[in-house]
């Protein structure tokens, strides 16, 4: 079992920048790829960006590529997600998940991949 927990959510402005942060317990944190997914009120969940468990791939969705970068230290059991030049539909919660890795580069794009959920962040981006 892998326990994740999220803060950083706040109501910010467009333009602002905010950085999430996972902390991580129980299972062997680092043999996990770690991902960010967010829901919208009245949307289905939306992948936003992955990273191995060694942190040397990542992977983002084209509509936060060049705006978001997902990071993680293993040593501190701590994944972040930096959100610059946030917009309106930004807004949602932001869910932190754990998917076990086959090896170090491993990533996963697909929600269903992910094993274990973090309770969400609010993000509330105003125009």
């Known amino acids: 079992q892998v326990q994740l927990a999220e803060s950083g959510g706040r109501l910010v402005q467009a333009g602002d920048s905010l950085r999430l942060s996972c902390a991580a317990s129980?299972?062997?944190?680092?043999?996990?790829?770690l991902g960010w997914i967010r829901q919208a009120p009245g949307k289905e969940r939306e992948f936003v960006a992955t990273?191995?468990?060694?942190?040397?791939?990542?992977y983002y969705a084209d509509t936060v590529k060049g705006r978001f970068t997902i990071s993680r230290d293993n040593a501190k059991n701590t994944v972040y997600l930096q959100m610059n030049s946030l917009k309106p539909e930004d807004t949602a919660v932001y869910y932190c998940?754990?998917?076990?890795?086959?090896?170090?580069?491993?990533?996963?794009?697909?929600?269903?991949?992910?094993?274990?959920w973090g309770q969400g962040t609010q993000v509330t981006v105003s125009s």
């Open positions: 998940a754990a998917a076990p890795a086959y090896h170090d580069e491993h990533v996963f794009i697909l929600t269903d991949d992910y094993d274990y």
């Open positions: 990273i191995s468990w060694s942190g040397g791939s990542t």
């Open positions: 129980g299972r062997t944190f680092s043999r996990y790829a």
